[in-house]
């Protein structure tokens, strides 16, 4: 058995959400949030058997989607008050981060 969680941005969860509930993949649903942007993720928990751990990948790499957006940095404070904004800059956003980690015990009650 392995332990999945799969941080996917907010945009990307509802229809992943639906892909586990048809293959019947038992998933729990995290409202999380990122350090870099500050927006909004979804962070699921899944515990799977061992051969359907591909299965599980590779629905999350079908329906997480790496997207661009634009971003302004944080002016630096040090340079003082009347120096010029920072323009926005562009980033890509999106996709999906994966850990999947043994388990040595489950139980369901």
């Known amino acids: 058995m392995k332990l999945i969680l799969a941080i996917v941005q907010d945009k990307d969860s509802n229809v992943l959400s639906?892909?586990?509930?048809?293959?019947?993949?038992?998933?729990?649903?995290?409202?999380?949030?990122?350090?870099?942007?500050?927006?909004?993720?979804?962070?699921?928990?899944?515990?799977i058997e061992d051969e359907r751990v591909y299965e599980v990948l590779d629905i999350i790499k079908k329906t997480s989607h790496a997207r661009k957006q634009f971003m302004s940095p944080m002016p630096n404070l040090e340079l003082g008050v009347d120096m010029a904004m920072p323009y926005p800059v562009e980033v890509e956003v999106g996709g999906a981060t994966v850990?999947?980690?043994?388990?040595?015990?489950?139980e369901r009650y």
């Open 18 to 47: 639906s892909e586990f509930i048809d293959n019947d993949i038992r998933a729990t649903k995290l409202s999380t949030t990122g350090g870099f942007l500050k927006a909004g993720n979804t962070t699921f928990i899944i515990g």
């Open 99 to 106: 850990f999947v980690m043994p388990v040595d015990q489950f």
